[in-house]
């Protein structure tokens, strides 16, 4: 499939270091938590640093990423389909306050376009789910 490919992930990597994303949607086990993250702006910059900006403030934060292959692929069936899944990650590591630790993970890449980013990540306690878009 596409998502074993090298060039997929490079791909990936190119989308997620084109722009400036903002924080759109974020439920962690139920709890909707968006509203705190209304004022950052997250840069994730190709040589692997990211930096977080707040609005009207200015750069807040100092942190790493970094997009992995998916270790496993799992044969399913839902229905009649019949696939593959096995997301990409996206490892992030932002140091500051609360928030940026509930940013940092090792998150499932569930959905990526040029303009649009979803994330995902499930501990035995807890799933954290994060929509972010490209700010124009």
Known sequence: SMSDS???LAK?????AAGTWRV???IESGKDLTSDFSTYL?????DGSAT???TGIGVLYFGMWNL???????????????????NNKMLVTLPGNFHM??????WEITWLTDSEMWLRAE????AKEIHLVIIK
């Open 68 to 86: 992995m292959k998916a270790l496993h692929k799992q044969a399913y069936t839902s229905g009649d389909q019949t696939g593959e899944s096995g």
């Open 52 to 54: 977080v900006h707040s």
């Open 42 to 46: 997250f840069k994730f910059e190709s």
């Open 12 to 16: 990936q990597n190119a989308i997620v």
């Open 123 to 126: 501990t035995s306690s807890d």
């Open 101 to 106: 630790d509930e940013m940092s993970g090792n």
């Open 24 to 26: 759109t949607y974020f």
């Open 6 to 8: 090298p060039e997929e």
